[in-house]
């Protein structure tokens, strides 16, 4: 858990660097303020994404055939294993793994993958604006999703995790 609040904070304090202090988080903003380059490409389909650091030229390649909301959470995860130093990371391939016979935790690359996971959460859907947001109106997850630009799913598992749920408005 202490890794991940430490992952959270620098979300926060990058947001902070960049200006951004409301949502949508202008994640590309967020990138290129790294240095970063953030190119669309048709990666297969199991492909979210890929980083690819040369020298100084820094590329973040995200897949132009997911969505919107898969981009924009591509792009902050790729940014949370830079951010975080996972500078020998492997993609995590699950089924892979599973085939081992061997759980999801075993894996060497998946706390990595949890920790770019926390960050990219904290960086879209920053505890802060949440808090603001939900003092200032009962929100619906819809409605939440939709001005964050995030999925649904994201959006249920960041308010869980922060212990936001009951100030949610119920259908």
């Known amino acids: 858990m202490i890794v991940a609040e430490f992952m959270r904070e620098r979300a926060r304090a990058l947001l902070a660097s960049v200006g951004l202090d409301a949502p949508p988080v202008d994640v590309e903003k967020v990138a290129e303020s790294l240095g970063f380059l953030v190119t669309r490409f048709p990666f ?6 890929a980083t690819v650091i040369d020298g100084t030229a820094r590329t ?12 924009r959470f591509t792009i902050a995860h790729e940014l949370g294993h830079y951010v975080g130093g996972h500078e020998d990371y492997h993609v995590y391939d699950s089924k892979t793994h599973m ?10 690359g998946f706390q990595q993958e949890r920790e ?6 904290e960086l879209l859907m920053p505890q ?8 200032q109106r009962r929100y619906t997850l819809t409605d939440l999703a939709q001005r964050y630009e995030v999925s649904p ?12 749920h009951d100030a949610l408005a119920l259908p």
């Not at 297969?44 to 994404?49: A, F, K, L, R, Y």
């Not at 959006?155 to 936001?164: A, E, R, S, Y």
């Open 60 to 71: 973040i390649g995200v897949n132009e055939r997911h969505y919107p909301t898969r981009q």
């Open 128 to 135: 802060p604006f949440l808090e603001r947001d939900l003092k």
């Open 153 to 164: 799913q994201a959006m249920v598992i960041q308010i869980t995790d922060l212990g936001l």
């Open 99 to 108: 085939e081992q016979g061997l759980p999801r935790w075993a894996h060497p």
């Open 44 to 49: 297969p389909e199991g492909t979210s994404g």
């Open 116 to 121: 770019a996971d926390e960050f990219a959460a």
